[in-house]
């Protein structure tokens, strides 16, 4: 498993006249399973079993309409974020009112080390925009070429400890100028293709670079989302005011039947392209993309380890792909001496909330970071491993981090539960045919899923509930590729 880079995003649908998509039509049965309610889902049991969450006073009050009311006290901006996508991403959550405090912020860290990681967090980001701080704020501004390049800097902004707030102040200016057709053709792919936006229906007007987006999500989380990529895309405006999100206990839950039948290479090939040339974290990178029975073969150049992760786990989140050979080469422009590269970890680790704490023995050889110790929970050692690839210089990480507890007393049934919960939560997996069992505090996810982003984002659910390992063994039910010329069909 990859590690964790946390939030992003969004899915379906198929051209229209003139400058509108909407979703594809097929001959394929869809599948109908009824959306778990928020009464169903208790929004409740999933935040009080975060690993980050589950120590702190947070109530969560459900309105009328899928409103949820969030209210309590976090220790800093990583855990309010962290709180409120957890709760944007449950199906059936329309509206969020945001009542949380946080309380615990130091305010011994020096503005000078803070805005050291500051500018070691700007130099890894492709065109990230400008940020000053003053009183523990950071306030970003100036261009960005989309919108997703500055939540990207934000949400990496939120580790630093002693950061009040981050303030997004920037102005899209795209590095070049793309027409109507090229953004609604894009963002077609996009919704089509990426497992963030499986099961929106959506319908799309460009015009004159304003996107606009009406239909339904299966989330609000998934709303944002399909605003994210339209920025992507190249829009100047974003207009998603009109996508309803879906509360309805008798909302069909539309498992897309392409994520079965429509495997055509040429078509995954030119959506992964879109997906990799518009992700913030590797857009301005010469990533060449090959796609041979929905096996995606990565080759190219970049400068970062984390880029190369991105990369990969990009290409996973593209429908129909079933596997990633990941050929990428890394060429970083610092390279640092063994005890160099092994202090510049050093001192990110230390920089960065949560892991301020964290003991953690770290050895460098020609590259390579070797980390040795142990952590209290799972999510630590997924995030630590997420810290270490940003860093210039690093080529490789060999871990042996152990893992040493679950959050508070639970047994191996309420464990259970909790993944089971979560996965029936969320709006990115059709959970019906994934079976859960916990032995001897590991996880085993059995059953089968549609896709390969299927597969990993259940790995992905389930390592972030009070466990140590998750052992995956899910299988793809997929069937033969669509032929690139389908023969014409035949009367009986």
């Not at 987006?213 to 405006?237: D, H, N, P, V």
């Not at 913030?280 to 029975?293: E, G, H, K, Q, W």
């Not at 063994?338 to 460098?364: C, M, N, Y």
């Not at 992905?460 to 998750?470: D, G, P, T, W, Y």
Request: glycine fraction near 6%.
């Amino acid at each position: 498993m990859k590690p964790l880079s946390y939030f992003l995003l969004v899915l379906l649908s198929l051209f229209q006249p003139a400058t509108t998509f909407a979703s594809p039509k097929t001959n394929a049965p869809a599948v109908n399973t009824p959306t778990p309610s928020l009464a169903a889902v208790n929004i409740s049991d999933l935040v009080s079993g975060d690993p980050i969450l589950a120590t702190r006073e947070i109530d969560i009050q459900v309105r009328p309409q899928g409103v949820v009311e969030i209210v309590g006290e976090v220790a800093n901006l990583y855990e309010a974020e962290r709180a409120r996508k957890l709760v944007k991403s449950m199906k059936g959550v329309t509206a969020l009112v945001d009542r949380l405090t946080i309380i615990e912020q130091p305010d011994d860290v020096p503005p000078a080390t803070q805005m050291k990681r500051i500018k070691e967090i700007l130099a890894a980001i492709p065109h990230a925009p400008v940020a000053e701080l003053n009183k523990r704020v950071v306030t970003l501004s100036g261009g960005v070429p989309n919108r997703g390049v500055a939540e990207l800097t934000r949400l990496k902004l939120l580790r630093i400890p002693g950061l009040l707030d981050v303030k997004d102040n920037t102005t899209v200016v795209p590095t070049m100028q793309i027409g109507d057709q090229a953004i609604r053709k894009n963002l077609q792919l996009l919704i089509s293709k990426h497992v963030l936006a499986a099961g929106a229906d959506v319908d799309v007007k460009v015009d004159g670079g304003t996107v606009e987006i009406t239909g339904t999500a299966r989330s609000l989380g998934q709303r944002e989302i399909l605003s994210t990529f339209a920025w992507r895309c190249g829009a100047t405006a974003v207009v998603a005011s009109e996508v309803r999100v879906e509360n309805d206990d008798s909302a069909p839950f539309r498992l897309l039947a392409h994520k079965r039948y429509d495997h055509n290479d040429s078509e995954i090939a030119e959506t992964l392209r879109v997906a990799l040339a518009t992700d913030p974290r590797i857009m301005s990178l010469a990533i060449n993309v090959s796609v041979s029975n929905r096996v995606a073969v990565l080759n190219g150049t970049v400068r970062r380890y984390e880029q190369s992760v991105a990369a990969e786990e990009t290409a996973a989140d593209v429908i129909g792909v079933t596997q990633v050979n990941n050929q990428i080469q890394l060429a970083p422009l610092i390279r640092f001496g063994d005890e160099d590269l092994a202090q510049a970890v050093r001192r990110h680790i230390k920089d960065s909330a949560p892991f301020g704490r964290v003991d953690i023995e770290v050895l460098a050889d020609q590259g390579t970071v070797w980390l040795d110790g142990a952590v209290d929970y799972q999510w630590e050692r997924l995030e630590l491993l997420s810290l270490v690839s940003e860093i210039p210089g690093v080529v490789g990480i060999e871990p042996k981090i152990r893992v040493l507890k679950r959050m508070g007393d639970l047994d191996d049934e309420t464990i259970k539960k909790q993944v089971k919960l979560r996965l029936a939560a969320s709006p990115m997996l059709y959970a019906e045919d994934i079976h859960v069992e916990v032995v001897d505090e590991r996880v085993i996810l059995t059953g089968t899923v549609n896709s390969l982003i299927d597969k990993v984002w259940a790995s992905r659910i389930a390592e972030n509930v009070l466990f140590a390992l998750v052992e995956n063994r899910l299988r793809l039910a997929v069937s033969k590729p669509a032929s690139e010329n389908p023969a014409p069909a035949t009367a009986p």
